[in-house]
């Protein structure tokens, strides 16, 4: 395939976000796209599930995959998470390796970068530092050579996911792509279903509000999503948590928090969507979800 200049090829593939939980792997997402597609929040592990966000060019089209963080899980939730973003490694064209410039390297990091070396994947890497504008030229210049230690073969550049995205920065990953057709329509934002995201930005919503271990303890089903019109759309969702205490900690006094929660996921919602939203929520106790299989397979884990 070409595009309107005949001696230039058309590339494509996909491109998978690694990182550990809450180095801004969905904001930067966000942030190639110039679209609120993905949920976040300044809690780490946001992202539970792989997330696809599509950018057509005139030249390319990049299908970039936010991915969970890689971490140490404690739950069979976690487990699960770390399996999506191996997968994603697996089925990758090129991997975007992001790291927290503001911060040294953690064991998440290492575990991460550890992963990358003992499967050796045959598979092009660029390495983002992102959050470069919470640090000084001269910290960011230390920052590179500790992270440079984890993986030496590998350049990294540092990015802020809330200032943008050089496009220079894309066209270096569209070099680092082969040739390929387009795989969606070039309107086509994302594969995964609006129902999907407005779960992960209800459940990004609470996170955001809620304290201690409440938040990881929260899952989100959609039950109806129903598109009145093309401005309108209803939907019904419920919180699970895994303890009595922590559903009136999530509806609050007189339902304040569950309110606040709600009124947040809403603008998030309208703003993916582009329409107006009426969302209805209700908390629920499903104890023990994260290590349960049934209750997993039942949420879509």
């Known amino acids: 395939m070409t595009n309107s200049t005949e001696d230039t090829l058309f590339r494509s593939g996909f491109l998978a976000l690694i ?3 809450n180095v801004g792997k969905s904001t930067l997402m966000n942030a190639i796209l110039q679209h609120n597609l993905a949920a ?6 946001t992202t539970r599930r792989t997330q696809a966000g599509i950018l057509t060019l005139p030249h390319a089209q990049l299908i970039f995959i936010d991915t969970p ?9 976690g487990k699960l998470m770390n399996h999506a973003a191996r997968t994603s490694l697996e ?3 090129l991997h975007l390796i992001v790291f927290d410039a503001s911060m040294d390297p953690t064991e998440e990091d290492r575990l991460m970068t550890d992963l990358l070396k003992e499967k050796s994947y045959p598979i092009p890497r660029a390495g983002l530092l992102n959050k470069a504008d919470l640090v000084s030229e001269i910290e960011m210049e230390q920052r590179k050579v500790i992270y440079k230690q984890l993986l030496p073969d590998t ?4 990015v802020s996911a809330v200032k943008g995205i050089d496009r220079t ?7 680092l792509l082969l040739p390929g057709p387009m795989y969606y329509p070039e309107d086509q934002l994302t594969v995964d279903y609006e129902r999907d995201i407005a779960a ?5 919503a609470a996170m955001e509000f809620l304290h201690h271990e409440v938040p990881h303890s929260i899952a989100v089903r959609i039950d109806q999503y129903k598109e009145r019109s093309e401005e309108l759309a209803y939907i019904k969702a419920t919180i699970f948590v895994e303890r009595e205490s922590q559903k009136g900690i999530v509806i609050g006094k007189q339902g304040m928090m569950l309110r606040k929660i709600g009124t947040a996921a809403r ?6 969507s582009g329409r107006k939203i009426y969302l209805e929520l209700r908390v629920k106790v499903l104890p023990g979800w994260r290590n349960d299989d049934r209750s997993l397979k039942q949420l879509g884990y």
Do not use: F, N, Y
């Open 200 to 204: 992960e930005m209800i459940r990004s």
């Open 19 to 21: 990182g550990r939980p």
């Open 155 to 158: 350049d990294l550049t540092p």
């Open 40 to 45: 976040v929040s300044a809690r780490p592990q």
């Open 91 to 93: 089925d990758a064209d």
């Open 69 to 77: 963080g890689i971490h140490e899980p404690v739950h069979k939730l």
């Open 267 to 272: 603008k998030e919602i309208e703003s993916m």
């Open 169 to 175: 920065l894309i066209d270096q990953w569209i070099d």
